[in-house]
């Protein structure tokens, strides 16, 4: 599976973006899906997950009631809706595949394949 990200730029704090993260192949609903990211001078850090269905999804605290996921299987394509942006979601966001994903759960390690990365900057 080769995942490409887009969606990323410059905004004010408030503000909103939606990434979207194209996967090829023709399996990507078997595929859990997850979105990371890394902040400037830190690790990389889970930020949401999906189940190969959608109907299954959960988020990092730090971003609970303002982002949201969810993917279109139809379209190979998972999407991370950010609203009420802050200046300390500036990061590099990846979106991650899960080979386990037939299972029906959501994942938050073992990722198996990885996007490039867009960066995403929060202006206060």
């Known amino acids: 599976v080769q995942l490409v990200e887009s969606g990323g730029g410059l905004v004010q704090a408030g503000g909103s973006l939606r990434l979207s993260c194209a996967a090829s192949g023709r399996t990507f609903s078997r595929y859990a899906m997850g979105w990371f990211r890394q902040r400037p001078g830190k690790e990389r850090e889970f930020v949401a997950a999906?189940?190969?269905?959608?109907?299954?999804?959960d988020y990092a605290n730090s971003v609970k009631g303002r982002f949201t996921i969810s993917r279109d299987n139809a379209k190979n394509t998972v999407y991370l809706q950010m609203n009420s942006l802050k200046p300390e979601d500036t990061a590099v966001y990846y979106c991650?595949?899960?080979?386990?994903?037939?299972?029906?759960?959501?994942?938050?390690?073992?990722?198996?394949?990885w996007g490039q990365g867009t960066l995403v900057t929060v202006s206060s």
């Open positions: 999906i189940s190969w269905s959608g109907g299954s999804t």
């Open positions: 991650a595949a899960h080979s386990l994903g037939y299972s029906g759960g959501i994942y938050y390690t073992g990722y198996d394949y």
